[in-house]
């Protein structure tokens, strides 16, 4: 059998494919974070930033489609791995079973996982489609004008006076209703016990943990995991308590 | 009378096993697949022949009654295994092993099979070290040895407590190989329960599938059994609860010997007995006695107190004062033996008066605690599991229980018994311990048995038989054979009695202990030989055997070889009470030194008893096989 | 203190599964099980209650157990939801019956997976484990060509990191324990033991392959890293081994693509 053989018909093959798809979908939402946590800044820099994006044009599609395809996997490996493992153990389950030490997070990963998903869909539809909440979706509120230049690695990518999409106001509209952000609150607060049984598991099915360092790994991972919750319950957080508020200049710097 | 030639070949003691391999004939590689071996049993040596012939190009019918041949109870042996490689440069040789072993066996074993012993024993560890075996090994990378049960010389090679698992699973992966590529066909959960001799040769078994009942008839040009000892005869022992002698007892009763079957191996470091209930007596590694101590209270009244409150002057270290040489390092059946006097002498310690301290005080004090852990932790963990009690604090009990049996099937050099065809390996034949077994030496045995002795003998054998002229399983005697088989099963189920088949070996097992235990006499053995008949009787007028003869019935397994010992037991007491001295774990009490030591009569029983059936209810014939001792002289044992 | 609590005996219910064949349904049945020593195993518990059964004419629970002491790995029973009771690092055997509380209802379940079928009450067919390791689960040497033991050395560290994964027993608890059913550990615990020495080089990728691929067409699930089954191992082999397994597998899938294979073989090393 050639390597992707072994990749999509064996079990660790598809652990692999879990762990694999997973690195890259970890990669995307803490870049992904790091780049929301700039609408504590001035209005220039998040929306100097999404319009970045747009211009990358062909090269945003490789990033969407790469990501999608993750996602696709990810979600494709999990379902051929559930499916096998409930026929694996019978059709007669125990009447009493124990748990001996398995961790809260990794018994509830299906379910985490689910509300993930539903959290992303929602997520997509409010903020990149626009078919939830069209009222505060960024083509339909007023433009943006860059007062400076913003850059990336020093290269200046949207200039000052462009008109852009104004993305901040999207972000503080959309949250500013209780119950889209308690969602998301609740959605990235799941996604963080999702990715502290995750992202140390990938390790494991890489072969690259053992007890020599298990327990550090653990310690990193359970740190970031929470510093990623307490970086995404920011921006909710600092809309609904009214720390992150609407630029006053937005609504008056366009015609 | 059956006929004992022990075919030992001519020349000097070191050449015979070189010589007798040149001399002996092969099997033509071609003719090879033509025939086909039975191998019954899966330890260290039916595992081990059934992959080395089936890698000799032999088709092999591997049986066992277990789940899986790596069940088998070679998987227990702690210790370690003794060879020859005189890797630590402390004097150690071929001849120095065998030497030993045949002393240890008080010189109740043929010389030149225990040589043969002592030369492969080196090839073993080669071969087990290729197989992946993690034998413990010094920090330089070279592999470890110890010193064990009381040898003079470091040849043990160990695996942690567990070297009889390791090698095990050596063996198994090597038949686990030949079984995945075709040449061994493994039957597990497979009984034998009959030999089927046509013409005078072994050619076949009688199987039951212990899952569905269904009994089949198999040929083959050979049968070797592996199937182990029979020390559950005694019902508590350090065996399996599924050890049993139902192969070799079947075979017996189809014409081959049973040699010295008194002789069992009573081992002197075991957790004492707790009470009725109990199924099993577990073993403590013999290597607590390099640091342990054993003693006694001096005094009976003091039996039941705390140990620790029984000064140091009214405490009897007995192996110590007796032995002073070897002290709590001397052999296991005089340290066993010795265990039993006191605590006859009502100096036993425990609820049941039987047991004796296994004191590690000094060695805490000595080592410290932890240096104690490092050696034996994983010892101390097993008392407490089953004992509940801290060794570190409180001495150990320990007493003597029923371990090996040297006993067996009778073989010749090319360890083929009396009937032609029919070859026995390892503990179920009698060859090699004389009358004591040293410890360390049962997985030498079995592995050299499987890996290098039978690979050469069998083809010696198969080399007159023409190839594929084995009977077909319709013949009459197999038929026959499933006959008497079928209807034995059934006359277990049909039996209307009450009681279970726990309660006559329970029953058994104390008479024997009683009679033929560490301390044997004349009247002793002859009321033992009675209460056996007796309770057969009662065993057959009312044991109780529930369920059906088609599903896993595990009161039917058990009945069957239950039976069988009850006859054996019957048999062993013949054995001790025909043998008219003390030799290695034979002790009868009207043969010792005025010290209580063995005295043995090497003019009268320097041989080999060998037992012949006779039929139901008939005394069986005792064959005599002289032991010829050129090479060694054969003196008294002594270990003071 | 121990001597008074050893003393003292007790009674539990047992509520047991009993199944009369393979495919047929089973049912919880629940027997008094009265005046037990704190000192006596479960298994010898079972004893007694079988005879107390055999006397009234009814048929005895069929519990899988040979050795007693821990080392053989038949016995297998789940004891309250627990592959081999509650205590850690023992087999069901080497359970006491001072684990357990004087009126307790005590649940025994036989191993269940599905590669696993139930051939009557608590005993099941465990012929997977024999099957992967006929896959590859061995090192190809002949009785009689070995060279000597001491010609090639293995660091004490390597050897002892072999015997921790060696150590298996085979009795299948991983396997229970797993929500998957998955036999990851037992064949890591393999697959490491052969592949951490220097004899099982020359098979390591083969046997890797062979003995994972053979997992999984039996069956068994697969491993989501929750550690269940080292938890529940009566040896405590470590699920570090699961780690080097899936590494092991890796390496063995792209070298199994990326190597050159010979024209020919000679056809002599079956």
Not at chain 2, 163 to 169: E, K
Not at chain 2, 500 to 514: A, F, N, T
Not at chain 3, 31 to 49: G, R
Not at chain 3, 217 to 238: M, R, V
């Amino acid at each position: 059998m050639n390597p992707l053989g072994h990749l999509f018909c064996s079990t660790i093959g598809r652990k692999v494919i879990m762990a694999v798809t997973g690195i890259v979908l970890i990669g995307f939402v803490i870049g992904h974070l790091v780049g929301n946590l700039q609408v504590f800044e001035e209005p220039d820099r998040i929306n100097g930033y999404a319009q970045f994006l747009h211009t990358l044009g062909p090269v945003l599609w490789v990033m969407r489609i790469t990501l999608l395809v993750c996602a696709g996997l990810h979600i494709w490996a999990a379902t051929v791995l559930t499916i096998e493992d409930r026929k694996a153990r019978g059709a007669v389950d125990y009447r009493t079973k124990t748990w001996i030490q398995a961790t809260l997070s990794s018994r509830y990963m299906r379910w985490t996982g689910y509300v993930v998903l539903a959290f992303v869909i929602y997520h997509l539809a409010q903020f990149t489609l626009g078919s939830v909440q069209s009222a505060s979706y960024k083509e339909n509120l007023p433009e943006y004008t860059m007062n400076a230049d913003y850059h990336v690695m020093g290269i200046p990518v949207v200039h000052a006076g462009t008109h852009v999409h104004d993305v901040r106001s999207m972000v503080i509209l959309g949250f500013s209703q209780p119950i889209v952000a308690f969602f998301y609150i609740f959605a990235v607060g799941l996604l963080s016990l999702h990715l502290l049984h995750g992202a140390q598991s990938l390790f494991q099915t890489l072969g690259l943990r053992n007890s020599s360092w298990g327990k550090a790994l653990r310690a990193i991972v359970t740190l970031a995991c929470l510093a990623y919750f307490l970086g995404n319950l920011a921006i909710p957080g600092a809309v609904l308590t009214g720390h992150l508020k609407l630029n006053p200049a937005s609504a008056s710097s366009t015609p | 009378m059956a006929q004992l030639d022990p075919k030992i070949p001519s020349g000097p003691l070191a050449e015979k096993w070189r010589k007798h391999k040149m001399d002996i004939k092969l099997v033509n590689p071609a003719n090879k697949r033509k025939y086909e071996i039975i191998v019954v049993g899966a330890g260290l040596a039916g595992s081990s022949a059934a992959a080395t012939l089936g890698e000799l190009g032999y088709k092999v019918k591997n049986f066992v009654f277990h789940d899986s041949p790596r069940r088998a109870h070679s998987i227990a042996a702690q210790g370690g295994i003794n060879a020859a490689k005189n890797y630590q440069n402390d004097g150690d040789s071929v001849h120095r092993l065998f030497y030993d072993t045949i002393k240890g066996g008080d010189y109740r074993a043929r010389e030149a099979n225990i040589h043969r012993l002592a030369e492969v024993s080196v090839n073993i560890i080669d071969q087990c070290v290729a197989q992946g075996v993690p034998f413990a090994r010094e920090y330089g990378g070279l592999l470890a040895n110890r010193s064990f049960g009381g040898a003079q010389v470091s040849r043990t090679f160990y695996a942690r407590g567990q070297t009889g698992q390791q090698l095990l699973l050596g063996a198994y992966s090597a038949l686990s190989r030949m079984v995945g590529s075709g040449a061994v066909e493994l039957n597990t959960h497979s009984e034998m329960l009959d030999l089927v001799v046509v013409d005078g040769h072994a050619k076949g078994i009688i199987v039951r599938d212990l899952t569905t009942g269904v009994i089949t008839a198999h040929s083959a040009d050979a049968v070797i059994l592996a199937t182990g000892g029979y020390g559950n005869v005694f019902n508590l022992s350090t065996y399996a609860r599924g050890s049993n002698t139902t192969a070799i007892w079947r075979a017996y009763k189809k014409g081959a010997c049973f040699a010295n079957p008194s002789y069992a191996q009573i081992h002197p470091t075991c957790i004492p007995v707790s009470g009725d209930y109990q199924s099993k007596l577990t073993l403590m590694s013999e290597s607590l006695r390099n640091d342990g101590r054993i003693w006694v209270p001096k005094n009976k009244e003091d039996c039941g107190k705390p140990p620790a409150s029984i000064p140091e002057a009214d405490r009897d270290y007995y192996l110590e004062r007796m032995y002073p040489a070897f002290g709590n390092l001397c052999p296991r059946d005089i340290a066993s033996r010795a265990a039993k006097r006191v605590c006859d002498e009502g100096r036993g310690v425990g609820e049941t008066g039987l047991g004796v301290y296994l004191d590690f005080a000094d060695a805490i004090k000595r080592l410290g605690e932890a240096g104690v852990r490092e050696r034996y932790g994983n010892l101390f963990d097993i008392y407490h599991e089953i004992t509940n009690e801290n060794a570190y604090k409180v001495p150990m009990r320990i007493f003597p229980a029923v371990h090996y049996t040297m006993g067996g099937l009778w073989v010749d050099y090319n360890l083929m018994s009396n009937l032609p065809g029919l070859f026995v390996l390892g503990e179920a034949n009698f060859s090699d311990h004389g009358a004591n077994r040293l410890g360390a030496s049962a997985l030498m045995q079995g592995l050299a048995d499987g890996y290098f002795v039978i690979p050469y003998t069998v083809g010696d054998y198969l080399a007159g038989q023409k190839p594929n002229s084995r009977p077909s399983v319709n013949s009459h005697e197999f038929v026959k054979a499933i006959a008497d088989v079928e209807s034995s099963v059934a006359r277990f189920l049909s039996n209307k009695g009450k009681e279970p088949v726990s309660y006559y070996h329970k029953r058994l097992g104390k008479i024997l202990w009683q009679h033929c235990g560490m301390a044997r006499n004349k009247a002793g053995l002859e009321q033992g030989i009675k209460e056996i008949a007796q309770l057969r009787e009662e065993f057959w007028a009312n044991v109780k055997v529930p369920g059906s003869a088609d599903t896993l019935n595990q009161s039917l397994e058990q009945a069957g070889r239950v039976a069988d010992f009850l006859e054996l037991g019957e048999l062993m007491c013949r054995d001790a009470l025909s043998r008219e001295e003390s030799c290695g774990c034979h002790f009868r009490e009207e043969y010792q030194h005025p010290d209580g030591e063995c005295k043995r009569d090497d003019e009268n029983f320097s041989h080999v008893a060998a037992w012949e059936y006779q039929g139901e209810g008939k005394t069986p014939i005792r064959n005599v096989e002289k032991l010829n001792y050129e090479f060694t002289k054969m003196s008294v044992r002594n270990y003071k | 203190m121990s001597s008074e609590k050893n003393s003292k005996s007790i009674s539990v219910t047992l509520r047991v599964w009993r199944q009369a064949g393979p495919n047929k349904p089973g049912q919880f049945v629940e027997y008094p099980a009265h005046n037990l020593s704190p000192n006596m195993s479960f298994l010898e518990m079972l004893d007694v209650v079988n005879d107390e059964l055999t006397v009234k004419g009814q048929e005895p629970i069929a519990f899988a157990h040979d050795c007693r002491e821990g080392i053989c790995g038949t016995c297998s029973l789940v004891i309250n939801g627990e592959p081999h009771g509650p205590h850690e690092g023992v087999a069901s055997c080497q359970t006491y019956i001072r684990s357990f509380a004087d009126g307790e209802v005590v649940t025994i379940e036989p191993f269940r997976a599905a590669p696993f079928p139930v051939i009557k009450d608590l005993v099941t067919d465990r012929s997977a484990f024999d099957k992967i390791q006929q896959a590859g689960g061995f090192i190809t040497a002949r009785a009689g060509s070995a060279p000597d033991a001491n010609a090639t050395s293995i660091s004490k560290v390597d050897a002892d990191l072999a015997m921790d994964a060696a150590q298996c027993i085979g009795c299948g608890a991983c396997v229970a324990a797993c929500k998957n059913a998955s036999a990851m550990l037992f064949v890591a615990a393999k697959v490491s033991h052969l592949g951490i020495l220097p004899q099982g080089q020359a098979e390591r990728d083969k046997r890797v392959l062979a003995m994972v691929n053979t997992m999984d067409d039996l069956g068994f699930g697969g491993c989501t890293n929750q550690y269940e089954c080292s938890a529940a191992c009566p040896k405590l082999i470590s699920h570090d081994f699961i780690s080097r397994l899936n590494g092991d597998y890796i390496a063995a899938s792209f070298r199994s693509m990326f190597k050159q294979a010979p024209a020919q073989t000679d056809g002599g090393a079956g």
